[in-house]
């Protein structure tokens, strides 16, 4: 599959994406790019793992809860890529959006009140991006 993306126009071809967003688009191997994304997140999965666990530790809810999520966010993108493989997009992107959510509530934990750090813990959390926006993203 291909992207060529150049001012407003984007044009879709079946060889190479485009993740160039100057004026001159630039072709890109799409399986070696997956590869490139596996190989980077099966490292920073690596260096999580290999710096221990603190969820068994005394630390607090805003050490724990950031490398749960981040564990889920690697689960997924382990998902979405071998999907990518035999163009299976439809799939792959069906995951973004957990992936997504996943990664907000991180970000929260990390950067959100100690409200939403409890309504995470509990699970009662529901990301409304009006109200977490100006406390959590500095919007």
């Known amino acids: ?18 993740v160039s967003l100057d004026s001159t688009p ?7 790019e997956i590869d490139r994304a596996t190989e980077f997140g099966q490292r920073l999965e690596d260096l999580m793992v290999n710096k221990g666990s603190v969820t068994k530790g005394e630390a607090g809810d805003r050490d724990k809860l950031p490398l749960a999520h981040w564990s889920l966010a690697f ?3 382990k998902c979405i890529l071998p999907l990518m493989r035999p163009k299976f997009y439809s799939g792959a992107f069906a995951l973004l ?11 929260v934990v ?5 409200d939403d750090v409890s309504e995470i813990k509990n699970d009662t959390y529901r990301a409304i991006f009006k109200k977490i926006s100006p406390r959590a993203f500095g919007a």
């Open 97 to 107: 959006r957990p992936l997504v959510e996943v990664e907000v509530r991180a970000h």
């Open 1 to 18: 599959m291909v992207l060529l993306r150049s001012g407003t126009e984007i044009i879709f071809s079946l060889e190479v994406i485009v």
């Open 110 to 114: 990390l950067m959100g009140s100690g």
């Open 26 to 32: 630039t072709p890109v191997n799409v399986k070696k």
């Open 75 to 77: 689960d997924y993108n």
